[in-house]
């Protein structure tokens, strides 16, 4: 990593994380996506009893206070068809048939569907989010990139997931509090994600509310179309739900609270996934909602995005000889 981006990590620390800035970009391999550099910080994970969009069904209320304590890298956008075409093509890995689809407004398994062809009204374009990708299809893929290049790309934890969605905010969508409730109109919505718009209905069929304006995509669309967050992080709400790291339980009681994954021996029956996607209603594209499907669910709007650990390699030489990995206070009095 450029010392310029330990600079950076120095003077959001200096004065706080509610003053966000956007991430430094950095690009790990030729095929890697661009990874967003995420300072430490605090958050508050989950939403407010009052909330009139809280959804106790889920354990998002109440909020638990999470204290990230060391930065860590956030894909820019989700993992792409080309993206991943370049894996299969190498890795000797390919999902088998098989996915869920939307099919007269009711999602039903469809056994010759995949991730190449997801039965959109178009065919998905190199750019567009990947799509009928299960939790272990995801995995293999982040353990393929680590070894191409030499980085630990993994899932996001749920924790890390919200604290970029959120980007420094404690809004329920990143594009700010007006208009954000699902009887009101969302005309923000669609300048800053693709959900489940005014001109989606007629294709998908769904008979669920939706934003009260109109995106431009019915279907997927090109992952970064849309208006980034504050960290400079695109589509963390709307286009595909995305993979998590965490194993689902309706709580946060008991979690990890330094933004840790929540996992558990012997694997876990629900995997949590976030975002909201571009056939979810409105209460359901927010940071701090939450979904939940069985790890080997391919479902034509669920993708994902990797993560991956600040690792002593992304130090400047000047400073990789001193303590462990690099944490932020070690990392900040460094030179350029
Ligand atoms: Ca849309």
Redesign the pocket.
């Known amino acids: 990593m450029k010392s310029g981006h330990l600079l950076w990590l120095a003077a959001v620390l200096a004065v706080g994380a509610e003053a966000q800035a956007p991430a430094p970009l950095t690009r790990d391999c030729g095929e890697c996506p661009e990874m967003l550099l995420i300072p430490p910080g605090e958050f508050r994970m989950g939403t407010r009893p009052g909330d009139p969009e809280a959804d106790r069904a889920t354990g998002e209320v109440p909020e638990v206070l999470m204290s990230l304590g060391r930065p860590f890298f956030m894909a820019a956008r989700e993992i792409t068809v080309g993206e991943f075409a370049l894996f299969v093509e190498d890795g000797g890995y390919d999902p088998p048939r098989g996915c869920r689809v939307l099919s007269g407004g009711q999602w039903v398994e469809d056994p010759e569907r995949s991730w190449r062809d997801p039965g959109f009204a178009l065919p998905p374009a190199p750019a567009d989010p990947v799509t009928c990708i299960d939790w272990e299809d995801a995995r293999a893929y982040a353990q393929w990139l680590s070894a191409r290049s030499g980085r630990s790309f993994r899932l996001p934890a749920e924790a890390e997931w919200e604290y970029v969605a959120r980007g420094g905010t404690d809004f329920a969508r990143y594009w700010g509090t007006a208009e954000s409730r699902q009887d009101q109109p969302v005309t923000l919505a669609?300048d800053y994600a693709?959900?489940?718009?005014a001109?989606?209905l007629d294709l998908t069929a769904l008979r669920l509310r939706n934003?009260a304006c109109r995106?431009?995509?019915?279907?997927v669309?090109q992952a970064g179309r849309y208006q980034p967050n504050a960290f400079g992080a695109y589509d963390m709400i709307?286009n595909v739900r995305e993979w998590t790291q965490d194993c689902y339980t309706a709580s946060y009681s008991g979690r990890p609270r330094d933004g840790r994954a929540w996992t558990w021996q012997g694997g876990c029956g629900l995997k949590s996934v976030r975002g909201g996607s571009?056939a979810s209603e409105p209460s359901r594209a927010r940071a701090g909602a939450r979904d939940a499907e069985p790890p080997g669910r391919r479902q034509s709007d669920l993708g994902f995005r990797l993560a991956r650990d600040f690792e002593r390699a992304d130090a400047p030489a000047d400073s990789a000889s001193g303590e462990a990995d690099a944490a932020p206070g070690a990392a900040a009095p460094a030179q350029p």
């Open positions: 669609c693709n959900v489940l718009d001109g989606s934003a995106d431009g995509a019915a279907e669309s709307g571009w």
